[in-house]
């Protein structure tokens, strides 16, 4: 039935394009090829090029015009990609079953990968179907990054209409913003943020982030966190982590038991793989008084330990390095507590010197 549906859209699709001969920019194929054309004609079951060439249909990817606008939104894409049918299949779906909430999430997926040379690819992929005005803000996408240390790429972002065309952000128009100057930070996290072009109510915001950990604090510092669901209902929320062979995680699963709470445990790709998989997540309905909403929800936490001592010693470490009495320290109190010789005495006059 699926299938059946899905292909009735696609001819439907196809069937709306047999009317055009418009202007577009690029034809991308499946293989990955893009070619160029000032005009594209769609006859009996292929695309004409302006050269004359013909692409049968289920070689197209996407096909993408121009709309004479300037900025991120010049590239309408007209698609047909699987991906773009299955998203707007489960958009009609899930209104139907949610006819009252602010927004949807027909994917949340995210995965961590610690490398065999410590350093660290975390991936986030989210599809938000849009159905009330405050959910617009969803088009606003951003990612943190710490300078030195991590960097962040945008994959994928771009807005899915009703109707099927794709508006893809150009991630060259990403703005990237330091923290206010106002507040001292002692790191040195950036931000880098867009406005997706044609959010609307029933229109899918989707994106993909990357952020590289090149340069880690330290290479056992390995922390997937994961919350399944929130205050909107989602219809997939997954996660996958990835550790080399010779390693292994420890986790902690709340709210949640039985077989879904167990990871799924394979060998892929030279990793170990651990990967956990909800579907169907009632939305969190909000009451008085009651706990944040990520510790309402199933909520996963894993690290390479089974203990916290290498913690405390890493900490220890912190500190001790941090806390060493120099000379001036040593004469700064010594000329505070004066002849003082109880400890309750050297304290207080510490402790008042420095509150004054």
Not at 169 to 176: G, R, V, Y
Not at 340 to 354: F, G, R, V
């Amino acid at each position: 039935m699926i299938r059946s549906r899905r292909a009735a859209w696609g001819v439907a699709f196809i069937a709306a394009l047999a009317c055009w001969v418009t202007r577009a920019d690029t034809v991308e194929l499946f293989d990955g090829t893009r070619i160029n054309t000032k005009t594209l004609t769609f006859d009996h079951d292929d695309f004409v090029l302006d050269d004359g060439r013909r692409i049968p249909r289920n070689e197209v990817r996407n096909v993408r015009f121009e709309t004479g606008v300037r900025g991120p939104s010049a590239a309408l894409t007209v698609s047909t990609d699987a991906e773009v049918r299955e998203l707007l299949d489960q958009a009609r779906t899930a209104r139907e079953k949610y006819p009252d909430v602010g927004a949807i999430h027909l994917l949340d997926e995210g995965e961590f990968t610690l490398r065999p040379d410590g350093t660290q690819l975390s991936r986030s992929h989210a599809a938000t179907l849009i159905l009330k005005e405050p959910w617009k803000s969803a088009g606003q996408i951003s990612q943190y990054f710490e300078e030195g240390r991590e960097r962040a790429t945008l994959v994928r972002a771009r807005t899915i209409a009703p109707d099927g065309s794709v508006h893809d952000f150009d991630p060259a128009d990403l703005k990237e913003a330091k923290p206010s100057e106002g507040t001292v930070f002692f790191n040195q996290y950036k931000t880098v943020s867009g406005q997706l072009s044609q959010v609307e109510i029933g229109a899918i915001v989707e994106t993909i982030w990357e952020t590289e950990t090149y340069n880690p604090y330290d290479k056992e510092l390995f922390f997937p966190r994961w919350y399944f669901g929130d205050s909107e209902p989602s219809l997939a929320s997954r996660v996958t982590i990835r550790v080399p062979p010779d390693r292994k995680i420890n986790y902690q699963i709340r709210n949640l038991t039985g077989e879904s709470a167990s990871p799924k445990q394979s060998d892929e790709g030279g990793y170990r793989v651990y990967r956990w998989e909800l579907h169907d997540l009632e939305p969190v309905i909000s009451e008085p008084a009651m706990p944040p909403v990520g510790e309402v929800v199933p909520n996963l936490a894993a690290s390479l330990f089974d203990t916290w001592d290498y913690l405390f010693d890493y900490l220890g470490r912190f500190q001790r390095e941090h806390t060493q009495v120099t000379p001036e320290i040593e004469a700064k109190v010594a000329e505070i507590i004066g002849d003082s010789s109880a400890d309750e005495e050297k304290l207080a006059k510490i402790y008042h010197w420095l509150q004054r």
